[in-house]
């Protein structure tokens, strides 16, 4: 039996075609990928992404034990402060990607749907110190507003004077009566939001963000445009560019491991590897001529394959295919040339990512 | 639900034949491209090139999803709609008119009575 999120049927009643994903109904398209993608980079749009999951870390030690569990540091989060992280196994395989909010009574951990048992089950066989630990994914909705007319829209809804809240900074406020969790954050390289809000009040918010919005043609937007928008930003996707045979060094997320500020696990093995020097990275490319990657395609230099494709797909920004995917060293300099072996083989170049970079993020 | 024309027919693979004579046009139907969406590139066959009946004669590529393309009866790709092949999105808007992908000069005109009917192919849609 699937689940459902609070705002199902809103998503029915919007037109949404429903598909399953991580044992989630949910949209993957209203209008088409390609418009609801263009609403995003230019106006706003809203996600449902209620079926991320949500694990509670509460307890005097909570923030010990965080910094133990993940490989940023924890340590220096401040009051309401959010941190990307990752959580590894012991031989720094990637259990999760994850956000990290350090609030006023808990931590907050944002996880991926469908690492959200898995997490947890990761999470209580490796408590320690005087914490606890809560899976509140059921009952928590979630949007996210993104767009660079976000905050336009968002602010009708506050007292607060949304300029002063940062990227990656939350606040537990009011929206108009509705207490909700606020952050800024997001998965699209455009300014926007996220919003927790109790299921009971779900309905409501909806209701409440699209009032709002309705003088900037907000519309609601699906999974295949939440992809685009972030493959546009090589932003890893947890299953695709990042799983448990990954480590965070090769997939360019080096900048959310800190080896110098207390033990995490995974942190023995992954030294190892720092030391030792990664084999492969995580790559962009573009496609050079026609032809669109898909995931799994052997990427091959002149003499052979060295590599393959974790995310690949016709970029609507950029308006051709284009791909991530893990390329051996020394071919992952950016301006190589490489194949890669679909049906027909194209040529493609690596290049830098993020591959969009006129997004309104600040 | 899908639209489904009269005047044509359809093969399983869901492209729709409009007999002309000893030509045949052929293209995407309406409930391929909803179910593709978003159609961004695709790799037509070359003009001259010589078709069987159900073999596979290009790509369709969506910007989730890539489907084979096929042709619908035996002969002889004669013309390809260049105004699709710059613009794929014209199929999702238009995919029994201004959408169409290719004509054939066809070698046997009674091959076509091997293809669906409308009425054939509603229902093997309502089984998907």
């Known amino acids: 039996m699937f689940k459902k999120t609070p705002f199902y049927e809103m998503h029915v009643k919007n037109g949404g075609r429903i598909v399953e994903f991580a044992g989630f109904l949910m949209p993957v398209q209203f209008e088409g990928i390609i418009p609801e993608h263009r609403t995003v980079r230019t106006g706003v749009g809203v996600f449902d992404v209620s079926h991320m999951g949500e694990i509670e870390i509460l307890g005097k030690d909570r923030l010990k034990f965080v910094n133990y569990l993940t490989t940023n540091d924890a340590s220096k989060l401040e009051l309401n402060q959010i941190q990307y992280s990752t959580m590894l196994y012991p031989d720094a395989g990637i259990v999760d990607d994850l956000l990290v909010y350090n609030l006023k009574d808990r931590i907050l951990l944002v996880v991926n749907a469908a690492n959200t048992d898995k997490d947890y089950q990761w999470i209580v066989d490796n408590k320690k110190y005087d914490i606890d630990i809560k899976n509140t994914s059921n009952d928590i909705g979630q949007l996210a507003i993104q767009g660079p007319k976000a905050e336009l829209v968002m602010q009708k809804l506050f007292d607060l004077d949304l300029s002063t809240l940062r990227y990656y900074w939350a606040t537990e406020v009011k929206m108009k009566d509705i207490p909700v969790l606020l952050s800024r954050t997001g998965y699209t390289g455009e300014d926007g939001f996220e919003v927790y809000v109790d299921k009971k009040y779900a309905a409501q918010c909806w209701q409440m963000i699209f009032d709002a919005g309705a003088e900037h043609n907000i519309k609601p937007i699906g999974l295949g445009a939440r992809d685009t928008l972030r493959f546009e930003m090589k932003y890893c996707l947890y299953g695709n560019d990042i799983d448990k045979t990954t480590n965070p060094l090769e997939a360019g997320l080096g900048w959310v491991v800190k080896f110098d500020t207390g033990d995490f696990i995974g942190r023995d093995s992954l030294l190892k590897i720092k030391e030792a020097g990664i084999k492969r990275k995580l790559i962009g490319f573009e496609v050079i001529g026609k032809g669109i990657p898909r995931p799994h395609q052997e990427i091959h230099a002149e003499d052979g394959k060295i590599g393959f494709v974790t995310s690949g797909t016709f970029s609507p920004s950029m308006n051709k295919g284009m791909g991530i995917g893990y390329v051996e060293k020394p071919h992952n300099k950016v301006g190589t040339r490489i194949k890669v072996i679909g049906k027909t083989p194209v040529d493609a170049e690596i290049i830098k990512g993020p591959f969009y970079k006129q997004g309104s993020r600040q | ?128």
Do not use: C
Not at chain 2, 5 to 11: D, L, P
Not at chain 2, 64 to 70: E, I, P, Q, R, T
Not at chain 2, 79 to 91: L, R
Not at chain 2, 111 to 118: G, N, R
């Open chain 2, 1 to 128: 639900m899908a639209n489904i024309i009269e005047g044509v027919k359809y093969t399983k693979e869901h492209e729709w034949v409009k007999i002309e004579g000893d030509t045949a046009l052929e293209g995407l139907t309406d409930y391929a491209q909803s179910e593709l969406s978003d159609i961004v590139m695709i790799e037509p066959p070359e003009v001259g090139r010589k078709v069987n009946a159900g073999e596979p004669v290009g790509t369709i590529e969506a910007v989730k999803a890539v489907s084979d393309l096929y042709a619908g009866l035996t002969g002889e790709i004669i013309e390809i709609n260049e105004k699709v092949v710059s613009d794929p999105s014209i199929i999702n808007k238009d995919p029994y008119g201004e959408g169409w992908l290719f004509k054939i000069k066809i070698d046997d005109p009674k091959q076509a009575e091997t293809l669906l009917t409308p009425e054939q192919y509603k229902e093997l849609i309502a089984k998907h």
